[in-house]
């Protein structure tokens, strides 16, 4: 079971991380060092996207075996925790572009992209280069 601790204020909300899936199920994970820090930046009211929710339910239910109604109570809580960003065909579009600039998989472009249309700065992930700075204004960051 998730459990993220927050107190903050409208003052401590800083929207400017968006958060990959890889992050998020760290928080679900076995690994102490991995949970924590997933925790602690899903405590901050970071941004993910539906893409981000599905592919967590994807392994959750593929590689962990829960239940549906497991993975939905679980994410439920994540859905309390962060400001969601629904993909939409503008993210799509810009999508296709990273992909050619950066080389990255369409996938991991619809998540860059969405981060971008939603004026993050950082984009937590252990997928991509870490440091990499995409169209000079969101940075990779490997919190791991």
Request: proline fraction near 3%; aromatic fraction near 10%.
């Amino acid at each position: 079971m998730l459990i993220v601790m927050r107190y903050m204020t409208t003052q401590d909300v800083d929207m400017s991380d968006f958060l990959d899936s890889n992050v998020v199920l760290y928080a679900f994970g076995d690994d102490d060092i991995k949970r924590r820090i997933s925790s602690q930046l899903l405590a901050g009211y970071p941004t993910i996207s539906t893409q981000v929710i599905n592919e967590c339910s994807h392994v959750m239910r593929r590689k962990l075996y829960w239940s549906p109604d497991k993975i939905a109570e679980e994410l439920e809580v994540v859905l309390c925790l962060v400001r969601l960003q629904p993909v939409d065909i503008r993210h799509i579009r810009l999508a296709w572009k990273v992909a050619a600039r950066y080389g990255f998989s369409h996938y991991d472009s619809v998540i860059v992209a969405t981060a971008l249309e939603a004026h993050c700065e950082h984009l937590f992930s252990e997928d991509l280069q870490h440091g990499q700075i995409i169209e000079n204004r969101l940075r990779i960051i490997n919190p791991f």
